[in-house]
Each structure stands twice: as C-alpha cells, then as structure tokens.
C-alpha cells in the first residue's frame, strides 16, 4: 500500500533491494474555511444550543440558543426556531420566536413571520413579512449635544433657569 504524500522510484526489473523511498514535501493547500457551512435539513428537529466556527443554515426546527461568533445564520423559509441567535449576520426566512444579535445586519425577508428583539447595525424588511418585536440600531448618533440641550443664543424663561439650576444641583448631588 502506498501512503499519501511519498513517491517511489522502482527499476524495470523489481527486486525489494532496488526499491528506494522519496519523501514528497509539495503538500496541497487546505481548503479555505470562510465559505464552508452546515445546513440542518427540513426533516431535522433540535431542541439545546449551537456553537459554531463556520456559517449555519437551518431549514429544520430548533429550539434553543445559537451562537455564531464571527460566522452568519441563516433560517430558510421552511425554518422554524425559538431562542436566542448570536452571529454576524442574520437572514430570516422562516418562522421565528426569540431575539436577534447581529454585529452586521439583519435581513427579513418576505416569507418570514418575526416574533422578538432585534439589536444589529443594520437591518432590512422586505414587503410581505411579518415582524412583531423592538429594533436597537447599533451606531453613533448624528448629533453629538445632548437633546436635552438648548441651543445657544436662545432666550430662556425665568422658570426655565430655575429648572435648570435645580437640574444642576441635583447633578452635583451624585
């Protein structure tokens, strides 16, 4: 038997004394790892959590939590899940009850039937789907001053100031 990665050199007439061994030390690259991912099929239920280094599709049914890390999930239209999604990224096309952290976006798409939290940078909501639940937009906001804030040059009322001063003394206070 051969073994991967030796070649050998054989005489035309073979004699065991004649049979020398090279090592190959050309190895073929890995694979890369960035495209690879698991689908769970549609006929697959699973109840507990996943943790996982690559990207996850989910035409089945879970119940659980999911964690992605650095990695997209996505829950295909025929895709049922419950619990808690941690990835990057985020497409929902199924039926989901449970929340939602994106370190990118969050897409919803028109076959999906949303049902809790979302907190991403980004989200999208094709026409059609349903979507009850709160949305946290992760950003900078535009404005750096407080709302609270008046802008200056403006007139303020006497009973303005006295709010204002007592603000302050309540703030001096902590």
């Not at 199924?94 to 907190?119: M, P, R, Y």
């Amino acid at each position: 038997m051969l073994k991967k990665g030796k070649t050998f050199e054989i005489d035309k007439e073979p004699e065991p004394s004649k049979i020398t061994e090279q090592k190959n030390f050309s190895i073929p690259p890995s694979p890369e790892t960035k495209d690879e991912k698991t689908v769970i099929g549609e006929h697959i239920f699973i109840e507990g959590n996943i943790r996982g280094d690559e990207h996850l599709v989910i035409e089945g049914s879970m119940n659980g939590n999911i964690e992605m890390g650095k990695h997209n999930f996505a829950l295909g239209s025929k895709g049922r899940y419950e619990g808690e999604i941690l990835a990057q990224n985020v497409s929902i096309s199924g039926q989901i009850s449970g929340s939602v952290k994106a370190q990118g976006k969050v897409e919803i798409t028109k076959e999906a039937d949303f049902l809790g939290d979302i907190k991403a940078k980004s989200i999208s909501v094709e026409d059609g789907a349903y979507f009850s639940g709160s949305i946290e937009l992760k950003r900078e906001p535009h404005r750096k001053t407080a709302l609270t804030e008046k802008p200056t040059g403006m007139a303020v009322s006497p009973s303005d100031k006295a709010s204002v001063v007592q603000s302050d003394k309540a703030n001096k206070k902590i």
